[in-house]
């Protein structure tokens, strides 16, 4: 699919984020990579958790689940806090018995939450896993909004969407980051982010953390830089059947 170069007038990207749902596209990738331990943060009622059937880990500062996320896992532990304090006092590789083969990253809706998150995922995979991302292809700027409660987002086309700035960990792991292997998905509703070739021994974000914070999360609702992004990014097509098998090729447990 080509680049997204629509204007942007109140109409915005919605028609490049037209794929398969993420949830759907989550559910090839285990039927496909067929992971031997998963790790998420960000489970809420456990739409995504459900879709894994290997040893998994959950993580989530309060869970709304209702239904069976546990399925035919043979094990699966919920951590009900958030992404920092987990990683703090838990090390998912030893709870799993080995590094982690497929994550999925959906948790709070700023730029620096998921960098921290990305950062301490990635050092605990292998090189050939692969972190998903959520909410990385937003479809209109005013979702974008740092605050949740900012009223400007009711000029949204869908103003219940709520992304916050995570897109930027696109460009910034592209800056900062330029030996990943990164994937964008026109995923509905908001996009889905793929990323392999890890180095779990790589200090990079840490070590720049605050200086990719600040260059990243200064400004919010910055309809220049977004609309930057959407005319810079590569949006790959989740319809194109080819793009599964590639993934699979690149990934080996």
């Known amino acids: 699919m080509p680049n997204a170069t629509e204007p942007r007038d109140g109409v915005g990207h919605y028609t490049s ?3 398969i749902n993420y949830q759907n596209y989550l559910l ?26 290997c040893a998994s880990i ?5 869970f709304q689940i209702s239904s069976d996320v546990l399925g035919s896992k043979p094990a699966c532990h919920f951590f009900q806090c958030g992404s920092d304090l987990f990683f703090s006092e838990n090390d998912p590789s030893q709870i799993l018995g080995g590094p982690i083969d497929l994550a999925f990253l959906d948790g709070m809706h700023l730029f620096e939450f998921l960098l921290r ?41 869908q103003p219940g969407w709520w992304t916050g700035d995570v897109w930027k960990i696109i460009p910034a792991l592209k800056r900062y980051r330029p030996d990943l292997r990164i994937t964008v998905l026109d ?8 990323v392999t070739n890890l180095n779990p021994n790589d200090r990079t974000i840490v070590e720049s953390y605050a200086e990719i914070v600040e260059t990243f999360s200064r400004t919010d609702l910055d309809e220049q830089l977004f609309d930057d992004f959407w005319n810079e990014v590569d949006v790959t097509s989740s319809n194109n059947l080819k793009d599964y098998f590639n993934i699979s090729s690149m990934f080996w447990l």
């Open 117 to 157: 998150d990305f950062a301490n995922t990635e050092s605990k995979c292998r090189s050939n896993s692969i972190i998903a991302m959520h909410d990385t292809l937003p479809p209109d700027v005013w979702m974008t909004s740092r605050n949740p409660n900012d009223p400007r987002r009711q000029q949204s086309q």
């Open 58 to 62: 959950s993580v989530d500062p309060r």
């Open 187 to 194: 995923c509905p509703p908001t996009g889905l982010t793929l």
């Open 28 to 53: 090839i990738l285990h039927q496909i990579l067929k992971p031997k331990r998963y790790f998420e943060i960000g489970t809420l009622s456990g739409g995504t958790l459900k879709l894994a059937s």
């Open 17 to 19: 984020v037209a794929g």
